[in-house]
C-alpha cells in the first residue's frame, strides 16, 4: 500500500504525540525540584537555578506520603485479590453456560453495569457505610472498587476463558478431572496471561482511584490520591506550586515506571475482549 | 460430553452474581429509594417520603439544566477528540515499516502513559504546568509559533475546551490501542488488491480500512461517550467545576448537593436521572451502532 507521506514525516508524527503523552508529566517533574515559591517558565524549568529538594522533604514530612502510600498499597492489593477470585470464576463459568439466551443476558448485564455512573454508588454507599460503621475503613474503599472493576474485569477474563479449545477440556474430563479440577488445573494456567493483565489492570485502576475513596475514606483510610488533595487544600501549604508537582510525582511516577515495565500485559488487556480474530 | 451432566456453570457465576448484586444492585435500588425522600445529612431520621418532589424541583432548576448540557459538551466532546486522534495515531502506527517494528512496542509503551496517570494528579498538572495563562505548557507552545494563548481555565469562554481536552489525553491511549490491534485484522491482500486499482494511502483508509473496524470505532466511541459521562476526578481537580458553573457536570452537582450541601435526596435524584440519561444513550446507541451482539 503506497504509505501517507514519507518514513520520516510518519517517525516525526508519532514522536510529536508521545511528546504529548509525556511532557506534562515531565514539566511538572521538573517543577518538583524548583523552589516552590513562584511559578516558573518552561525556559527556567530547564535551568538549574532554584534547584531543591525541599518540595519532597515537605511532602513526607507535614504531607505524611508513607502513611498514604500504605493506605493505597493495601487499598489497592485487597481490592485485585478480592476482584480477581470473584471476577475469575464468574467468567469462567459464563464462558460454559449451554443456553445462548442465559449467557448473553447475563453479558448483557455485565456490559451495562460498565456505564453506570459512580455517583449512584457513591452516596448510597457513603450512607450504608455511616450506618454500619464502614466509613472510614479501608474495607468500604475495598468493597467500593469492587463493584468499580467487577464488570470490567468479568468482561476481560471472558475474553480469554473463550480463547480455550473446548477439546482441551474435554480431554481433562475424559482423564477424570473433576469440574473444579478442570477450571483450576487446566483452563486457570492457560489463562495465566490474561489473569496477569487483569491484575495489573485492577491494581492500577485502584491505585488511581479518587471519588469514591474521596466519599468513603476518612482519614484513616485515605489513599494518596485524597492524601494530595486534601494535603494541597491545606492552609499551611497554600500556593506552593513545586510542593503539589513534588507530592504529584511521587503518585504518579511509581504508577507510569510499572505500567512501563509490565505495558504488554496492558495492553493485551484493553485490547482484550474488544477485538476479535 | 456424558460427565458435563454433573458439571453446573451457575456454580461458579453465582458467588460472582450474588456480590454484584450486593455492590452494584443494592445502591443503585437505594439511590433510587433516596431519591424519593428528603432526606438530610446529619438529620437521618428526618426522613419524609416525598414521592418525585426531588425530581420536579430539579427540572425547574436552572443550575441542573446547566449541568446536564455541560455535562453532554464535555462526553461528545471527549467522545470525538478522542476518538479522531486514536484513529490518527493508530492509522499512522499500522502503516507499512512501522507497525510490528520495535520503535512502534517502544511508542505504544509511551502511549500508555495518560492512561495509567493518576487522574486527580492530571487535574492538578493541567492546572498548574498545562494550562497556566502564563508559564503554561499550551501557552509557552503557541507563543513559539508567535500565538497569543487565551486564558483557558480562567476565561468561561475557553475553560470548557481545555477540560475536555485533558480529558481526552487521558482517554486516548484505549482508542490508540484498540484502533491499532483492530487495524492488524484488516486483510493485507485487500489493501494491495485495492492498491492495484489505484486506492492506496489515505483513500485505502478512508474506504477500506475505517468501514472494516466500524465496530471497534462504535465500540470505543460508546465506552469514552460513557466513562466521559460519569467523569469525576479529572474535572474535580483540573477545574473544581469552575469558573463560575462552566465545567460543573453532573457528577460534580451531585457532589455539591449531597456532600457539600448535604442535601442526599436531590443528590440522589441527580444521580439516577444520570442513570437514566446513561441507560437510554447507550441503548439507543447500541442499536444505531448494532452493538447488540457485543461479547458473542
Given amino acids: 500500500m503506497a504509505e501517507h507521506g514519507g518514513l520520516a514525516l510518519r517517525y516525526l508524527f508519532l514522536i510529536g504525540w508521545m511528546a504529548i503523552c509525556v511532557l506534562p508529566v515531565i514539566v511538572m517533574l521538573l517543577g518538583s525540584l524548583k523552589d516552590s515559591s513562584l511559578f516558573q517558565s518552561i525556559p527556567q524549568l530547564l535551568s538549574l537555578d532554584g534547584f531543591t529538594w525541599a518540595n519532597y522533604e515537605r511532602s513526607f514530612s507535614q504531607g505524611n506520603y508513607l502513611h498514604f502510600l500504605r493506605n493505597s498499597m493495601i487499598i489497592s492489593f485487597s481490592a485485585l485479590f478480592v476482584v480477581l477470585v470473584v471476577c475469575t470464576p464468574m467468567a469462567y463459568g459464563i464462558t460454559k453456560l449451554v443456553s445462548p439466551r442465559a449467557r448473553n443476558a447475563i453479558v448483557f448485564s455485565v456490559l451495562s453495569t460498565r456505564f453506570l455512573p459512580y455517583v449512584v454508588l457513591a452516596l448510597p454507599m457513603y450512607l450504608f457505610f455511616a450506618r454500619v460503621g464502614l466509613t472510614g475503613t479501608l474495607v468500604g474503599v475495598v468493597l467500593a472498587h469492587l463493584a468499580m472493576q467487577m464488570p470490567f474485569i468479568v468482561w476481560l477474563m471472558l475474553g480469554f476463558f473463550a480463547g480455550i479449545p473446548t477439546e482441551v477440556e474435554e480431554a481433562a474430563v475424559i482423564d477424570g478431572a473433576s469440574p473444579f479440577g478442570v477450571f483450576w488445573r487446566i483452563c486457570l494456567p492457560m489463562v495465566l496471561p490474561g489473569l496477569n493483565a487483569a491484575a495489573i489492570l485492577a491494581f492500577i485502576i485502584s491505585y488511581n482511584e479518587f471519588l469514591f475513596a474521596f466519599f468513603l475514606a476518612g482519614y484513616d483510610a485515605q489513599p494518596l490520591t485524597v492524601g494530595i488533595t486534601r494535603f494541597v487544600g491545606g492552609a499551611d501549604v497554600g500556593a506552593q506550586y513545586g510542593v503539589v508537582a513534588a507530592y504529584g510525582t511521587l503518585i504518579i511516577l511509581p504508577i507510569i515506571v510499572f505500567a512501563l515495565v509490565v505495558n504488554r500485559y496492558i495492553v493485551s488487556g484493553l485490547t482484550q475482549g474488544a477485538v476479535k480474530g | 460430553m456424558s460427565s458435563r451432566r454433573h458439571f453446573n456453570p451457575w456454580a461458579f457465576i453465582l458467588p460472582g452474581v450474588i456480590a454484584g448484586g450486593v455492590v452494584l444492585g443494592v445502591p443503585v435500588v437505594q439511590a433510587f429509594w433516596i431519591s424519593l ?65 520495535s520503535a512502534a512496542r517502544f511508542f505504544m509503551a509511551f502511549y500508555l502513559v495518560p492512561f495509567v496517570a493518576t487522574q486527580v494528579v492530571v487535574g492538578m498538572m493541567g492546572r498548574l504546568y498545562v494550562w497556566e495563562p502564563e508559564y ?15 486564558m483557558w481555565l480562567i476565561s468561561q469562554d475557553t475553560a470548557m475546551w481545555a477540560t475536555i ?19 492488524a485484522t484488516v486483510p493485507e491482500e485487500l489493501l494491495e488488491s485495492a492498491e492495484v486499482d489505484g486506492a492506496g494511502g489515505w483513500r485505502a483508509l478512508a474506504l477500506i480500512k475505517l468501514p472494516l473496524i466500524r465496530y471497534h470505532i462504535g465500540f470505543v466511541a460508546l465506552i469514552q461517550l460513557t466513562s466521559a459521562f460519569r467523569e469525576f476526578d479529572t474535572v474535580f ?37 444520570m442513570l437514566i440519561i446513561v441507560s437510554i444513550l447507550s441503548l439507543v446507541y447500541m442499536r444505531v451502532a448494532r452493538l447488540g451482539d457485543l461479547g458473542n
Fill in chain 2, 237 to 273: 481537580a483540573l477545574t473544581g467545576g469552575g469558573p463560575g458553573r462552566t465545567t460543573n457536570v453532573l457528577s460534580l452537582l451531585v457532589y455539591n448537593e449531597g456532600i457539600s450541601n448535604s442535601d442526599m435526596g436531590v443528590a440522589n435524584a441527580i444521580s439516577f436521572t
Fill in chain 2, 165 to 183: 481536552v485533558t480529558n481526552a489525553w487521558r482517554l486516548t491511549p484505549l482508542a490508540v490501542l484498540i484502533f491499532y490491534a483492530a487495524l
Fill in chain 2, 136 to 150: 503554561g505548557l499550551v501557552n509557552f507552545v503557541l507563543g513559539l509559533f508567535g500565538a497569543d494563548g487565551p
Fill in chain 2, 37 to 101: 425522600h428528603r432526606l438530610r445529612m446529619y438529620r437521618m431520621h428526618d426522613q419524609v417520603f416525598v414521592g418525585l418532589d426531588n425530581y420536579a424541583r430539579l427540572l425547574q432548576d436552572p443550575l441542573f439544566h446547566l449541568s446536564v448540557r455541560s455535562t453532554l459538551v464535555f462526553s461528545v466532546g471527549c467522545t470525538i477528540l478522542s476518538v479522531i486522534a486514536g484513529l490518527a495515531v493508530a492509522s499512522v502506527m499500522s502503516t507499512r515499516g512501522i507497525r510490528g517494528t
